[in-house]
């Protein structure tokens, strides 16, 4: 997939958009839930033989500009949403910062010079409460009526219902808030996943008999609240049951919030090298215990929650 981080100018990307035009799909897409999903795969569809698929979206949260003090932590960061939109088979992504300028454009400019001009599109497709230009004032019946004066096409897609109710990335949030990881990952379609490189700790978890992998989650990203979850761990293609603790250490007087996974029956170093968890379920809370001792005899309790999937 060709990434892009800024609208393109080059001669060459101005002959490629006259030779294959452009079906995008515009939003910002945290999570890729079943919503997000369901847009791409209109996307693959609109497209014609010849063209190209893309997405329009945004390396921060627009809210970033618009209220930096209410910005939402990220379900998944543009590392992970690069990665979902090119295994999906998006052919190219254009990342593009919401500032000044950008939050200035009127819809019709928007439509005109960003989708038009610009990239070339023949096809938007976007959600169906899609709204978009200065204020927030353009919506789809604005961009289907502007479009198809000009030959082009807008493509509204519903909103994907879960539960009886609208599925959205601050849904998601708010499952992941409150701890419910069994909804978020119905909501996204997806497991919910952490992942990052594995530093080096404080080494306690080998001195105790459960070493632990500490791993690096960028600070943009959300995570479920402190305590002791069920996991499946990911690393060089193969699963591994196990447990994550998520928090500060508070038995050792810890201050820093961390990200701590014990992994069954796997031998081995993970320094330096990615690992990832999903299928987070909740075991219980965080807690300061008043012995090392309690503590050691606690985790023992908790491994017990942890068991190789069944295939039966």
């Known amino acids: 997939m060709k990434l892009h981080y800024a609208l393109p100018s080059s001669a060459a990307y101005r002959a490629e958009r006259e030779r294959r035009p452009l079906c995008v799909a515009v939003g910002v897409f945290d999570g890729f839930h079943v919503g997000h999903q369901a847009i791409v795969r209109a996307l693959l569809q609109a497209r014609r033989p010849g063209e190209r698929t893309a997405v329009l979206t945004f390396g921060e949260h627009p809210m970033a500009y618009l209220q930096p003090a209410a910005v939402p932590p990220q379900i998944a960061t543009l590392a992970e949403r690069v990665n979902t939109f090119a295994r999906a ?93 069994a909804l978020a990952d119905r909501l ?62 508070p038995t050792f007087d810890g201050t820093a919030r961390t990200v701590e996974a014990w992994l069954l029956d796997f031998n081995g170093s993970l320094y330096g090298e990615e690992l990832a968890l999903r299928d987070f379920r909740y075991v219980r809370e965080q807690m300061r215990f008043e012995s090392v ?6 985790m023992e309790r908790d491994a017990t929650a942890v068991s190789f999937p069944s295939f039966s």
Not at 109 to 133: E, H, P, T
Not at 210 to 226: G, H, Q, S, Y
Not at 293 to 298: G, K, S, W, Y
């Open 188 to 249: 996204l379609g997806i497991p919910y996943t952490v992942r990052g490189p594995v530093v080096f700790g404080a080494g306690r978890g080998h001195d105790l008999g459960f070493p632990t992998a500490n791993i690096a989650v960028p600070a943009e990203k959300m995570l479920p609240p402190d305590g002791v979850y069920t996991i499946t761990g990911r690393h060089e293609g193969r699963d591994y049951p196990g447990l994550v603790s998520i928090g500060t250490n």
């Open 89 to 181: 088979g998006v052919d190219e992504m254009f990342v593009l910062t919401f500032d000044e300028g950008f939050a200035s454009l009127s819809p019709q400019a928007f439509l005109d010079d960003v989708l038009g001009r610009v990239l070339g599109a023949r096809v938007m497709v976007v959600g169906v409460n899609f709204r978009f230009g200065s204020k927030r004032v353009g919506d789809v019946a604005f961009a289907r009526a502007h479009l198809a004066a000009q030959g082009r096409e807008a493509i509204a897609v519903p909103n994907a219902v879960v539960d009886g109710e609208r599925v959205s990335s601050t849904r998601i949030r708010a499952a992941i808030a409150a701890g419910d990881l």
């Open 293 to 298: 001792d309690a503590l050691l005899a606690q």
